[in-house]
């Protein structure tokens, strides 16, 4: 009966060398234990969500924005609304006011003009220039001479002070002529104008 072959020994420079179980890492942190596991973070916020919500933020500041404008543009078309309602009150005023100091003074202005037109009718020359610059300045205070026309008499402008014979149906209340210029401040006549109208016999 044979005997076996011994057993491998460690060590044993004809067996090859077995490893033995690697040691466990010393703690850096001796006496404090085992390093406990980072904890896990929390997901971070959507981007998309935070750009939406920046949107309606710049959409709602829009909105704001444009309703103040619409506002101040409303205030600022009232406020022009009355100052111009003021313009043309005080306009009115000192129309008014003026028609009643001046206009006495160019009624006397234009008698004068009267007497002088009398004394160029006769060939004086010298006033016939004088009437045509007081003319002039009647014009210059807006006070202006009604027109001569021969057409059909006008109540508003005109006052019949006489008649003469018509030759012709056509004739029969047409102006024939003036005897007295009228004069008109803007729209208001200050004298109307004198006349002679045609009348059938």
Do not use: C, W
Request: glycine share 8%; charged share 25%; aromatic share 4%.
């Amino acid at each position: 009966m044979t005997t076996p072959p011994p057993l491998p020994q460690p060590g044993d420079p004809a067996v090859p060398h077995l490893a033995e179980p690697a040691a466990p890492p010393p703690d850096p942190r001796p006496g404090l234990g085992p390093v406990p596991a980072p904890p896990a973070t929390a997901p971070g916020p959507d981007p998309f969500a935070v750009v939406a919500d920046a949107v309606d933020g710049m959409r709602d500041e829009l909105a704001a924005l444009g309703d103040q404008f619409r506002r101040r543009l409303l205030n600022d078309r009232e406020a022009r609304r009355s100052l111009d309602g003021l313009l043309t009150e005080l306009d009115q005023a000192r129309r008014a006011a003026e028609g009643r100091i001046v206009q006495p003074l160019l009624y006397d202005l234009v008698l004068v003009v009267d007497r002088v037109e009398r004394q160029a009718a006769q060939g004086d020359a010298f006033a016939g220039s004088v009437a045509a610059e007081l003319l002039g300045v009647l014009e210059k205070y807006s006070m202006t001479r009604i027109p001569v026309t021969h057409g059909p008499f006008d109540p508003d402008l005109q006052e019949a002070v006489g008649t003469i014979t018509a030759l012709s149906p056509e004739q029969n209340g047409r102006v024939a002529e003036v005897v007295r210029h009228g004069y008109r401040m803007d729209e208001r006549i200050v004298r109307p104008q004198q006349v002679r109208v045609h009348t059938e016999r």
